[in-house]
């Protein structure tokens, strides 16, 4: 017999009953919140247009795309690709039935998405993300951000954290800062530096800066920047302290103001702070921007994150499709969380409710009328139709069931039942 | 701006909101069912080792498999392409995982899969399949059969359909028959006659039949085989009938006995019959198989089916696993019961409970704290943030929303609401 590999493909997460059981709760949940937030579900293809795809991948993105061929008929199909994002295809989705949607659109997109990242513990190449969006058409009042923030921190609540903290800024206070500093052509660069301020020595960031030509003071106007986090008035007076001039980012702080009073005059989001830090990639993002930390676990990096785009399509209309959407990376989230004992299996509850046991065949259709009427309750009943020794089968019930019923000859004559706690052993009669 | 094709790839489901709404209902619907029953939730991966694929794809299906490489490393990943259905990966994860299962497993798989077939309407290239199988290891008694059965027959009723009948028979039943009749040798190509059998003129298959030399007296007794349908005690003695002796049919006649009576013993499964057209393919299945219909659209073909295999992981493994499955085809099924009215979409309830207008930015903290409380309550809310005429705005509520509730200055103050509903017009006072 030919010996084959039956592990699953190095990046792709395969779980057992007893772990898909939580992820999946948690999947649920988040959907749920996305929901009751008012995001209407859409589900694009995993399979779609290379030419698409391609239109925003760049750098990395494009070389991590995943082709899709056919065997058969290779030329029809080597345009084909697995998509890397939501984003894309949702920007595809809102042209091709732009006529159909009401705008502004409040979408959600919980699915599998692909890249074929270098394979590294803790990466997926296969992997769930759980996007909420909105999408106007021409223009989309900034409140949607906040929606947004709360929404995704509202979601995050499934798992269980202990303390989180949203953090926010807006990318115009950013570019307003490099213009007023000069430093409006390097901006590409000094956000890139800035996104990894955290990672690396504060050292190593200042020779970074320098060899862009930038002066020592100016330099350290960048690290304070950085630096200056807090509630909307510090965050304001600091930058002012800075800058004298605020002028340049007027805009950018009072969209941040608008933002953070409104996460403020929510009472299910505890902990929300302005942090200039926060800057989220280089491009895409064009005013507010967020990530979501545990507050004891900062080391963690960020559990959820998103932000203010300008124009979802650009690359597909010349009409103006301005959007605010966050992520929850739910596999990567599960995977770290599991790792540092911060999801709690135990306290889960086993996949099957009752497992009815029946001792010999004479008692099979007695068992399955029983399983009718405790399934129409609600309940989630396996049958062990395998008529083997009663250890055996108490020994498999208890891996997936929290109670058993044993089903003899007696039982089916009285219909009065047994039912036995896999936990505790304690046991409660059930009258039929 | 260069011109992009927006539409999805051909063979690709597609949604609006609304029509999405619907179908996340019955996927829900479906997966509660299987749980109900026992089944327990796995995910395997979309990509898989092309050599786990192809050991048992064979035919069209391997001209199907859809292969998948990385734009960067095309060496490392020309081995990988994605799943044609849940049954492959599902062997590999019960080898892979062996030692943490408990036997019997019942697991199910609803999620996509993927085959290249030949671009027509109503064909898809990437669709759902709603999988429910219990795999034993070395022995799975028959009483699973029925379970199976009455499970999808069950999940089923989701559609709420008009009466569904399930036809069952059982393969061990054909080949005894056709080795009593010295037909073993064709019996390959008898059952691929069979299963096409209503859907060619019976002279056809007489000539079919004939090409094969089979006498005229034996094609007789096969198309009278075919037309054999009713109760158990019917179909023995029609059997009877024919063979005179029915040793070589008996362990099937047995198995089907079982089967048809656990079955009627079920107070939820109202309409089955025996009927010896049934097949199921050609080498898959060994004993049971069954296929469900809308009594009253025969011409819809089945709309669920399965059966059992005597080893799910004959290519992976000397162990013996003999399993037994049933799937619903969701996105095909959708399709087609769009297509001829029998979903229907009116009186499904729009994605949102209520939308909120909130009628200037004074009222945006107000309204997200009625958000909240509403949401608090289980509701699902959407806020319109964009500040336009409340004509547009009432507009594009009735399209997402059942009611909604307009909140100005007024309402603020009082914090009495009024939601309208968007159907009738009528007025409720709310109070918070």
Redesign the interface.
């Given at each position: 017999?030919?010996k084959?590999?039956?592990?699953?493909?190095s990046g792709?997460?395969?779980?057992?009953?007893t772990e898909?059981?939580v992820?999946?709760k948690l999947k649920q949940q988040i959907s749920d919140v996305y929901?009751?937030?008012?995001f209407?579900?859409?589900?694009?293809?995993?399979?779609?247009?290379t030419?698409?795809l391609f239109?925003k991948a760049g750098g990395d993105t494009?070389?991590?795309?995943?082709?899709?061929?056919?065997?058969?008929?290779s030329a029809d199909?080597a345009d084909?690709a697995?998509r890397f994002d939501h984003t894309v295809p949702l920007a595809?989705?809102v042209?091709?039935?732009n006529n159909?949607?009401?705008?502004?659109f409040?979408?959600t997109q919980i699915n599998?998405n692909?890249r074929?990242e270098r394979a590294q513990r803790g990466r997926f190449?296969?992997f769930y993300q759980c996007d909420a969006d909105i999408i106007?058409r021409d223009?989309?009042?900034i409140?949607?951000d906040?929606?947004v923030i709360?929404c995704i921190y509202e979601a995050l609540k499934a798992f269980k954290l202990p303390n989180m903290q949203v953090r926010i800024s807006n990318r115009k206070i950013l570019s307003g800062f490099l213009s007023a500093l000069n430093l409006t052509e390097q901006s590409g660069t000094v956000s890139e530096i800035i996104d990894h301020i955290e990672k690396v020595p504060l050292d190593i960031t200042r020779e970074k800066l320098a060899k862009l030509n930038i002066d020592a003071e100016n330099i350290e106007k960048i690290i304070k920047f950085t630096e200056i986090n807090g509630d909307y008035i510090t965050v304001a007076q600091k930058l002012g302290d800075i800058l004298g001039d605020t002028t340049p980012i007027q805009e950018g702080l009072e969209e941040l103001k608008t933002v953070f009073?409104?996460l403020n005059?929510?009472?299910?989001l505890d902990d929300v702070i302005i942090d200039l830090m926060i800057i989220r990639g280089l491009d895409y993002y064009t005013g507010t921007v967020f990530e979501t930390f545990i507050t004891d676990h900062r080391d963690l990096g960020s559990i959820s994150s998103g932000g203010r785009y300008d124009n979802l399509a650009s690359?597909?209309s010349?009409q103006s499709y301005p959007g605010v959407g966050g992520s929850i990376g739910l596999t990567r989230l599960f995977f770290v969380l599991k790792e540092c004992g911060l999801l709690n299996f135990d306290e889960e509850k086993k996949?099957?409710d009752i497992?009815l046991l029946p001792l010999s065949?004479n008692e099979?259709?007695f068992t399955?009328?029983v399983?009718?009427q405790l399934?129409k309750q609600?309940?989630?009943?396996?049958?062990?139709?395998?008529?083997r020794k009663l250890g055996a089968r108490m020994?498999?019930a208890s891996?997936?069931a929290e109670g058993a019923i044993v089903i003899g000859d007696n039982e089916a004559a009285s219909g009065t039942l047994e039912l036995k706690d896999l936990k505790t052993g304690e046991k409660t009669t059930i009258n039929l």
């Open positions: 017999m030919k084959f590999n039956t592990s699953p493909l792709m997460q395969e779980l057992l009953p898909q059981v992820f999946d929901h009751h937030y008012g209407q579900s859409i589900e694009t293809p995993l399979i779609d247009r030419e698409i239109a494009e070389k991590q795309i995943y082709r899709v061929m056919k065997t058969a008929e199909s084909q697995l595809r989705y042209i091709e039935h159909d949607l009401a705008f502004p409040s979408v599998r692909f074929g190449r296969e106007g223009k989309l009042p409140a949607y906040a929606q709360v009073e409104l005059a929510q009472s299910n690359n597909f010349n996949p099957i497992c065949e099979f259709k399955m009328q399983a009718d399934r609600g309940k989630t009943i396996d049958i062990d139709f395998d008529t020994n498999r891996k997936i």
